[in-house]
């Protein structure tokens, strides 16, 4: 998980992405969503009865399919920085791009996603990592002056 100004938060959500261009030197992008504890995410809501019936199956399951315009990213600020996969091999050249507003989860959705993981990945969020001379950014969107924002 990532952390901004020190604070981790109760869930992220990772949406991978991979070029198949050889020729790409960084292959695989990772959106990122932080959430905070507060009202339930529609999004999440939609899976949670897909979530549950795998909960005593210790077999992947398929899902379905998602749109991903259910997702709700919320501003157009974002951080990015080169880092590394949270899975082993844990490879590095990964762009990491992680929206600057916090999105808000119920602590029922995160209690129902974490016993939906199996015991041996209960914790999965992968430890802090040194930055290691890694600049990250944060991009913001341009105002024009007399446009609102929406």
């Known amino acids: 998980m990532n952390n901004v100004y020190g604070v981790r938060y109760a869930l992220e959500l990772h949406m991978v992405h ?5 020729n790409v030197k960084n292959k695989i992008a990772v959106v ?5 504890i507060g009202e339930a995410d529609v999004f999440l809501s939609k899976l949670s009865r ?8 210790l077999e992947e399951s398929n899902m ?19 880092g590394s996969l949270t899975v082993p091999p844990c490879s590095e050249g990964v762009i990491w791009i992680i929206n600057e507003e916090v ?5 029922k959705q995160v209690e129902l996603l974490r016993d ?35």
């Open 103 to 107: 999105a808000t989860v119920s602590k």
């Open 50 to 57: 897909n979530i549950s019936s795998m909960m005593n199956s």
């Open 18 to 22: 991979e070029s198949p261009d050889l």
């Open 64 to 82: 379905g399919e998602i749109d991903p315009t259910d997702i709700k990213m919320g501003g157009r600020s974002y951080y990015k920085y080169i």
């Open 32 to 36: 990122g969503l932080l959430y905070k």
């Open 116 to 150: 939906a993981v199996h015991d041996y990945a209960e914790s999965n969020a992968r430890p802090l990592q040194a930055l290691n001379n890694r600049e990250v950014h944060l991009y913001l969107p341009r105002f024009r002056p007399g446009v609102t924002k929406n």
